[in-house]
């Protein structure tokens, strides 16, 4: 799916789905687009970091004129005394082979690996941020509509006692007051409806900013269906903070593996060949060809001697780690607690909606054959249809509560995107 095709397609489609909105997400948010940059960005990383292993070859020049040069008191007999030029010219190509590092070139490719890896899970943990705010959002764009509709049933109710109060006062049996009390209850209502209708505009707006597409208002969001087990354990936890977890302390590992690396001595073959004034025999004042091959030992002695301090903090780092992991682990723990609690309390409460929408229901049949009769009037026919109706939203209310609280544990746990 491409990004410049999005736009619209979103706009085609009369009905966009949760798994629609995660799939966007992982594909097109800025944050996703990362992902792709920081593994560009680790290639070449490790691809310099193996240009280790080849000869470096070096190409330099150099002139200079120096107000002194060294002068012989003495020559041999017959002889002029040497003299040396305070001119000086120099060309040379210059190669170096490195021939022992004592692992330091494996172990910065190791720790560019592990650098990569943990950018790429610090990205997964920023885009599990993002799914819990399309969780947050779709949702509560769903509940708003069913409270939408619960308003609506109110006015249509407070509409028929109002037309039937009015008709009292106008025929004395109640005072003005109960008109009054009416009147303003629907005013308050229409309020809140009002109220619902704006809320449910910027929920949309907000869900189009995350998504970065365009979806109208009169897009329908498919109330999702919920499959599988709705508790947990240790070994279905799949959040992206483990891997963050994890290789941050194979990012240490490996700095350490650095640092034992710093303190072995580095060896290179080199050799050097050059075209100036003055060569190698310092008694010949012109232009010489030379050449020059040997190995080359470096040790830095304070790398040595701060190694421990440096592998003991890594140590630290690496307990630093471990303490976050055992925090977010216990505070990861709790919060699915609390949600198996809340999906199992209402489970519960649906069960009561259904008892009392079945019992709505039959006040309702019990009615509709008092009507036929002329025994009540149509207002109180409708009166009781629309609790029955409130009934029913209230438990479509609370099924979505139920839908949102496991799909909500289920991002928690860290379920795929799929």
């Known amino acids: 799916m491409s990004l410049m095709a999005l736009p619209v397609e979103a706009q085609e489609l009369e009905t966009i789905t949760l798994g629609f909105c995660y799939n966007h997400i992982y594909q097109n948010y800025p944050t996703a687009a990362k992902a792709d940059v920081q593994e560009k960005i680790t290639a070449l990383n490790r691809a310099i970091i193996?240009?280790?292993?080849?000869?470096?070859?070096?190409?330099?020049?150099?002139?200079?004129?120096?107000?002194?040069?060294?002068?012989?008191?003495?020559?041999?007999?017959?002889?002029?005394?040497?003299?040396?030029?305070?001119?000086?010219?120099?060309?040379?190509?210059?190669?170096?082979?490195?021939?022992?590092?004592?692992?330091?070139?494996?172990?910065?490719?190791?720790?560019?690996k592990q650098v990569g890896l943990r950018e790429q899970a610090t990205i997964q943990t920023e885009l599990w941020a993002v799914r819990n705010q399309i969780d947050q959002i779709y949702f509560g764009i769903l509940m708003l509509k069913k409270q939408h509709d619960s308003i609506?049933?109110?006015?249509?109710?407070?509409?028929?006692?109002?037309?039937?109060?009015?008709?009292?006062?106008?025929?004395?049996?109640?005072?003005?007051?109960?008109?009054?009390?009416?009147?303003?209850?629907?005013?308050?209502?229409?309020?809140?409806?009002?109220?619902?209708?704006?809320?449910?505009?910027?929920?949309?707006?907000?869900?189009?900013?995350?998504?970065?597409?365009?979806?109208?208002?009169?897009?329908?969001?498919?109330?999702?269906?919920?499959?599988?087990?709705?508790?947990?354990?240790?070994?279905?936890?799949?959040?992206?903070?483990?891997?963050?977890?994890?290789t941050g302390i194979q990012t240490l590992n490996d700095q350490k593996e650095v640092t034992r690396a710093d303190r072995l001595p580095v060896i290179h073959a080199f050799g050097t060949t050059a075209y100036g004034r003055p060569g190698f025999n310092v008694f010949e004042d012109d232009l010489q060809l030379n050449w020059?091959?040997?190995?080359?030992?470096?040790?830095?002695?304070?790398?040595?001697?701060?190694?421990?301090?440096?592998?003991?903090?890594?140590?630290l780092e690496k307990r630093k780690i471990a303490a976050d992991k055992d925090a977010f682990t216990r505070t990861l723990e709790a919060d699915l607690r609390r949600s198996e609690v809340q999906i199992n309390t209402l489970r519960d409460l649906i069960t009561s909606d259904e008892e009392v929408l079945e019992l709505r229901q039959q006040v309702v049949a019990e009615k509709e054959s008092l009507l036929e009769v002329g025994a009540i009037t149509s207002t109180e026919y409708i009166t009781e249809l629309n609790a029955e109706n409130r009934a029913r939203i209230e438990l479509d209310i609370r099924k979505l509560s139920l839908i949102q609280a496991t799909i909500e544990l289920s991002t928690k746990k860290g379920a795929p995107w799929e």
């Open 50 to 112: 193996r240009t280790g292993r080849y000869p470096d070859i070096q190409v330099s020049g150099l002139t200079s004129y120096q107000s002194d040069v060294t002068e012989i008191p003495f020559s041999a007999p017959g002889t002029d005394p040497l003299n040396f030029s305070k001119d000086h010219y120099r060309i040379s190509l210059d190669l170096t082979q490195p021939l022992y590092d004592g692992g330091r070139r494996q172990a910065l490719h190791n720790l560019e």
């Open 152 to 246: 609506q049933l109110m006015l249509a109710d407070l509409n028929e006692q109002l037309s039937l109060v009015s008709a009292q006062v106008r025929n004395g049996l109640v005072l003005p007051g109960n008109e009054l009390v009416l009147k303003a209850e629907r005013i308050k209502a229409s309020q809140r409806l009002t109220q619902a209708e704006a809320d449910i505009n910027v929920g949309y707006q907000v869900l189009s900013e995350l998504l970065g597409i365009s979806i109208p208002i009169d897009t329908k969001l498919e109330i999702p269906t919920i499959e599988g087990n709705s508790s947990y354990d240790l070994q279905s936890i799949n959040r992206a903070e483990y891997d963050l977890f994890k």
């Open 292 to 315: 020059m091959v040997g190995l080359r030992a470096q040790w830095g002695f304070r790398s040595w001697s701060n190694a421990s301090k440096k592998m003991e903090l890594l140590e």
